[in-house]
């Protein structure tokens, strides 16, 4: 039983979250992301990895036996100036070099066809659940916001609908509801430095908004929050289903 | 239960629909041809996005309401079983049904092959499987 990945979709199909968790051996892993690791292992800070999209080894719990030190290692950057969702490599087979963005709208895609497929069969409004293929197992939860949380895991895996339930009510509304830096931008949710002056205002112009989503370091809505990572890194290694 | 069959040509065309029980939505038939080639699509996406080498497509798609267990066969051709969604032993009956098609489908010389299927035997065979099932 295995656990591949995590994707959190906003309801403008934005990929605003992304986590994979990788479980193979540790000189193999040296092998493919050569560069990650390195950096990892130098900075290997909680505050330093600034990465929205990390990958994590299975073995990094059994290596590192300091749990403190563990999870921030755990979730290292894909490098310095590489945080751009589209130079990261592809969570799927390596050697496939679609890019995560291309991969995440395909993710989309599929899960937006589905549910709609659901609605129209069943003609209720929150049907689809899962669907498995010969390698994998999807796991779909929407809010009802609009928020959808998709986890892939190997396709022996039981409904992991609750966990990805316990991740929304859980870390989500905890670590970025709750967090006082999110910032409310029209419709997305972001979060940074922002000061007063960015606050949305009643009439503001379209240039304005333009220019002020220019100026952000991090596009609206992604979760660049690192105690959500690092929480939901360690709920999903606390799961029964994660080997 | 079985609540119905679809049967999808490698084209993503519709060749065959017919529901067994009323459980599902009633749709109209070009709903159907839709909700046909959307599955079509899907299927090929989802062997890309496969976060392990070498996936195959969707096989089984779970809802609330029911499941969907997709088969396809070496030519392409695709066949969907709507059941409720405890249902089990699905393998079998999908082979029986493969057989009624390889017999009154692949076997009638009046049948244009990738075309709607219109074989009253099918139709008969069938109903005559999914009753003593």
């Known amino acids: 039983m295995t656990i591949h990945n995590l994707y959190i979709f906003d309801r403008h199909c934005e990929c605003i979250y992304f986590q994979k968790w990788s479980h193979q051996r540790p000189s193999s892993m040296a092998s493919v992301n050569a560069t990650s690791t390195t950096t990892s292992s130098k900075t290997g800070g909680l505050l330093t990895s600034t990465s929205r999209y990390s990958t994590s080894s299975a073995t990094s719990n059994v290596v590192d036996s300091n749990p403190a030190n563990s999870s921030a290692a755990s979730s290292y950057k894909a490098g310095d100036d590489n945080n751009r969702i589209s130079s990261m490599q592809s969570a799927a087979t390596p050697g496939n070099n679609m890019s995560l963005e291309e991969e995440a709208k395909l993710v989309y895609g599929v899960v937006l066809s589905l549910r709609n497929f659901v609605r129209k069969l069943s003609g209720k409004q929150d049907g689809f659940i899962a669907y498995k293929t010969s390698a994998y197992k999807l796991h779909y939860y929407e809010t009802p916001t609009g928020l959808k949380f998709i986890i892939n895991s190997d396709q022996y895996t039981e409904s992991l609908r609750p966990v990805l339930r316990q991740i929304y009510v859980q870390l989500y509304v905890e670590f970025v509801v709750k967090n006082a830096l999110m910032r409310f931008d029209n419709t997305r949710w972001t979060i940074g430095s922002s000061t007063v002056h960015d606050i949305p205002i009643a009439g503001d112009d379209d240039a304005e908004a333009a220019e002020r989503q220019e100026t952000q370091q991090i596009p609206a809505g992604y979760i660049s929050n690192e105690l959500f990572r690092v929480a939901v890194d360690r709920f999903i290694r606390s799961l029964s289903v994660f080997e | ?133």
């Open chain 2, 1 to 133: 239960m079985i609540y119905s069959l679809y049967i999808i040509n490698k084209a993503g065309g519709l060749v065959y629909q017919r529901d067994f029980a009323e459980q599902l939505e009633k749709l109209s038939s070009n709903d159907y041809l839709v909700l046909a080639g959307t599955f079509h699509g899907v299927h090929a996406i989802t062997s890309k996005i496969s976060p392990v080498p070498s996936s195959s497509g969707i096989e089984v798609l779970e809802a609330e309401t029911f499941k969907l267990i997709c088969t396809q066969t070496l030519t392409g051709t695709k066949f969907l079983l709507v059941t409720d969604p405890q249902h089990q032993n699905v393998e079998v009956l999908q082979k029986k049904v493969y057989d009624l098609y390889s017999n009154f489908v692949m076997k009638n010389p009046f049948h244009t092959p990738e075309m709607p299927i219109r074989s009253d035997q099918f139709d008969a065979g069938l109903t005559k499987l999914i009753s003593e099932a």
